[in-house]
């Protein structure tokens, strides 16, 4: 099946600095999904971006489908975003979402 | 509220007692899934069902069996649970439309002793 790479496994940040988390995948996609774990074990979705840019508040993601990868950016951290960031996609012809192993995010404050 | 319920959230059991695990979502959705979460191994995916009456197996489907009679439901049946089943278990449910997120319930916490 498809692989999916996720990098940093760990990062830790003071509050307000701003991240890049990497998501790599190893064939063409055609359904990219990023979703944060909180805490509490509650997962959240943050994106559906098989391609492209999109902008939530102070998290944006980018998939450049065609290099395989896609970036997710938080800005101005908050300890609110600390928790396990998970990126999951599903390959072209497939029905099956695979999920990366995440990356851990601490903001400390 | 558009929601994912699974219950119960924590569960103790022993060694080869059957058990269940059920899974609820009000939002008409088609998909429904289920994995297990796991540390440094992130979300495996158990079994998933694109509609009432068909499923297929994920990656991890050993030891696990599920049904999907109604689209609302799709339970997750431990036949006879073992220790290496102690996880953590989501449910997913969501639509077959392009651009449709995945939505999670809370998670069942099951330890097999």
């Known amino acids: 099946g498809i692989q999916v790479e996720q990098s940093p496994p760990d990062l830790i940040l003071q509050e307000g600095a701003n991240s890049t988390l990497r998501c790599n995948f190893s064939?063409?996609?055609?359904?990219l999904q990023w979703f944060h774990q909180n805490p509490w074990g509650q997962l959240i979705n943050l994106f559906y971006?098989?391609?492209g840019t999109k902008q939530n508040g102070r998290l944006s993601a980018t998939t450049v489908a065609t290099e395989r990868y896609s970036l997710l950016y938080i800005s101005s951290s908050q300890t609110t975003d600390s928790g396990v960031y998970f990126c999951?996609?599903?390959?072209?012809?497939?029905?099956?979402?695979?999920f990366g192993t995440g990356t851990r995010l601490t903001v400390i404050p | 509220e558009a929601q994912v319920t699974q219950n119960p959230r924590y569960l103790i059991t022993v060694t080869g007692k059957k058990l269940t695990v059920t899974c609820s979502q009000n939002?008409?959705?088609?998909?429904m899934s289920w994995y297990r979460q796991d540390p440094g191994l992130g979300l495996r995916q158990i079994y998933y069902?694109?509609?009432?009456?068909?499923?297929d197996k994920g990656d991890v489907p050993e030891g696990y069996k599920v049904s999907r009679k109604e689209k609302r439901n799709f339970p997750l049946i431990l036949e006879s649970p073992s220790p290496n089943q102690t996880s953590l278990y989501f449910c997913?449910?969501?639509?077959?439309?392009?651009?449709?997120?995945?939505?999670f319930g809370n998670g069942t916490r099951l330890t097999v002793t």
């Open positions: 064939d063409s996609v055609n359904n």
């Open positions: 069902s694109m509609n009432v009456e068909v499923t």
């Open positions: 997913a449910s969501s639509s077959r439309r392009d651009n449709s997120p995945l939505h």
């Open positions: 999951a996609v599903r390959e072209t012809g497939a029905n099956n979402l695979f």
């Open positions: 971006i098989p391609s």
């Open positions: 939002m008409n959705h088609e998909y």
